[in-house]
């Protein structure tokens, strides 16, 4: 018997992923969250075997969320589930941590057999790129490791820093004082290595998937 926690914010979705994995496999439990503060306390106090992970859902732009939960969770494998079909995208993720890459115009046959080639312990990508992707990145393993120091204030700040916001405006997006974001400010600086903007703009940009959305950091 497997728990499977799909992390989806919609629910078409969630329910196709269900579909195509009860046909294949009988003995499966699959549990469901729709943001990632939902799937962080899902992934706690459940015994999951493997977590699908999309990466846009609330709370996850970018590769924070994944990156935030193999932080938190390093022996929970994830695979991660996307619209987003690059071989950048791909080797970033990979680069990151999770055991398999999973679009989401994926046949049911092949979600069913990525999801077992990962539950034995291997690692699945589409067979189109599975020849393509980078090698492993140190620099950005490296880079990935200290963004997961940060907390989820913190790369709030870091994104709207990214998007060209001032520390009063970056206040007033989450609704807290400016000496607050001027703390966060110093914390991301101090855990990242760096000393000013410019440099937190160019971390930021490396985590970026696509080109920013306005309602990107809203989340």
Known sequence: MYTLLVADD???????????????MSELTLLEASDLNDTLEKAQHNDVDL???DLHMPGSSDLFGLIHIRKLYPELPVAVVSGLEDKNIVSKV????AMGFIPKTTSSQNIALAVKTILNGETWVPESLANDLDDTDDEFSALAEKVASLTPAQYKVLCFMRDGLLNKQIGFELDIAEATVKAHVTALFRKLGI?????AVLISSQLQLEPPAPQLCHK
């Open 10 to 24: 919609h629910p078409l979705y969630r329910d196709a992923l269900r579909s195509a994995l009860s046909q294949s």
């Open 51 to 53: 977590l699908l992970l």
């Open 94 to 97: 990979m680069n990151t941590g």
């Open 195 to 199: 000393n000013n903007r410019t440099q």
